[in-house]
């Protein structure tokens, strides 16, 4: 047998470039990178759509249960909200609506009874039996005061006090228990005007619900002085 030797002649080099592999892959890390970023963005603007959805029906609530805290029983919300949050909406509106009746209905006796106080022939006043803040004073007591209603009596109705009045009856209105006990008669001569008085102060409820001091004085000045 006979050995065919190879000759080597020469040799191939072979070279293949990695730029478009490279070039492809960063394409798609972008690609992916931009998908992702958009996916986020749509994301944020959804979450932020929703939050919107629902802060906004909740600060509009908020600030229509603090107008109506501060007086305004007028106040209705309309918010558009479905849900949970329209029930809550229900519940502020007929909230006010309710309150505002309440209100009418208090302005309604305090009227009625303004009219049959300011009919006496005699000085009524109403005061808080805690505060000493005057709730009401009819016509004629008016005539001798002024109309110093929201101020303290024994500061408006009396004179040279530094406090509450020693001779307060306040303190024998009331049962142990808080509740309005019987009434205080007697008489007194008052330190602004000298006329002399005969006193009936009784502790009752007032339209608002509050116990109040409230007192009859019949001027008895005349009999005083015969």
């Known amino acids: 047998n006979q050995t065919v030797e190879a000759k080597k002649l020469g040799h191939v080099v072979v070279e293949i470039s990695r730029l478009p592999s490279l070039a492809k892959k960063n394409q798609l890390i972008l690609s992916s990178t931009l998908i992702t970023l958009l996916g986020l963005a749509i994301s944020a603007l959804f979450a932020l759509r929703m939050a919107r959805q629902v802060t906004q029906p909740i600060m509009a609530l908020a600030n229509a249960v603090a107008r109506i805290g501060k007086g305004h029983l007028e106040t209705h919300i309309h918010t558009g909200a479905h849900g949970e949050l329209r029930i809550l909406e229900s519940g ?6 309710a309150l505002k009746a309440v209100q009418d209905a208090q302005e309604e006796r305090r009227a009625i009874l303004a009219t049959v106080l300011d009919s006496l022939d005699a000085q009524v006043y109403v005061a808080d039996i805690k505060t000493h803040e005057l709730l009401f004073l ?6 001798n005061f002024g109309n ?5 009596c024994w500061q408006a109705l009396q004179s040279n006090q530094s406090g509450p009045c020693a001779f307060c009856t306040n303190t024998r209105l009331l049962k142990d228990d808080g509740t309005p006990g019987e009434p205080v008669i007697w008489e007194f001569q008052n330190t602004v005007n000298q006329h002399w008085y005969l006193i009936q102060d009784s502790a009752i409820k007032w339209v608002d619900g509050r116990t109040v001091r409230l007192e009859i004085a019949t001027d008895i000045t005349e009999n005083k002085q015969n």
């Open 92 to 97: 502020v509106n007929n909230m006010a609506v």
């Open 138 to 143: 009819n016509k004629y007591a008016q005539n």
């Open 148 to 152: 110093v209603t929201g101020k303290i």
